[in-house]
């Protein structure tokens, strides 16, 4: 019970610290926030921000952990029978469902905060190469090291990058979410699709 305790009061913290910080970003601009001013809103110390966010673009970035292992994550737990293609595209197909924000579901205004940062640009860069190399590593544990798994992880990877692109660049025109669910449903499936005839069987993982 202790550990779990710990464990709750660790994510209250982290989301209040994430919370001031959006909040702060939205009102000034992400250049114009530091993190002491963070520590400030957050009523914690400094150090306690650093500890949560090593980097300020994780302060504004905060769902990063979870787009770069989701689709590592999604093969490793995928059903007996399914191939990793299969379960990405089950997968990507309920996150546009359920408008979940690791796949560029935002309010305007903080898309327009992302975009006009050269330095989150840069970091979600960098967590797309993350994403797609923590892919190659499942997919390559679970058939055999080498050059296949990361072209796999590399068309999977730009797929969903693409479409993440695609998501954010509806959320900045304006686009109601409704109706950028609706196209993101169409762009999934194309995509997809287009991947079936290379991928559709491999890396299908093995009966229980």
């Known amino acids: 019970m202790t550990t779990g305790l710990r464990a ?3 994510q209250q913290t982290r ?14 601009g992400y250049d114009k926030v530091t993190i002491a001013d963070v520590a400030t809103a957050a009523q914690v110390a400094k150090m306690t921000v650093t500890n949560y966010f090593p980097r300020k673009e994780d ?5 990063g952990d979870a787009f770069v292992s989701g689709l590592a ?9 399914r191939s990793a293609l299969a379960a990405l595209r089950d997968a990507f197909l309920a996150a546009v469902e359920r408008k979940d924000p690791v796949i560029g579901f935002a309010p305007l205004e903080f898309a327009r905060m992302i975009t006009d940062s050269p330095a989150l640009v840069a970091r979600l860069r960098e967590f797309h190469d993350e994403r797609e190399a923590a892919l190659a590593a499942q997919l390559a544990a679970e058939t055999e090291p080498g050059f296949l798994p990361r072209l ?3 068309e999977l990877g730009a797929a969903h990058r693409l479409l993440f692109d695609e998501t954010l660049a509806r959320v900045l025109d304006g686009q109601d979410h409704d109706g950028i669910a609706a196209a993101l449903t169409e762009a999934g499936r194309m995509a997809f699709d287009l991947l079936e005839p290379s991928l559709g069987t491999y890396a299908i993982s093995a009966d229980a």
């Open 59 to 63: 302060l504004a970035l905060d769902l």
């Open 8 to 10: 709750m009061k660790k």
């Open 15 to 28: 989301e209040n610290i994430s919370q001031h910080a959006t909040r702060l970003f939205l009102e000034r």
């Open 73 to 81: 994550h999604t093969v490793a737990e995928r059903p007996a029978g």
């Open 152 to 154: 796999a992880a590399a």
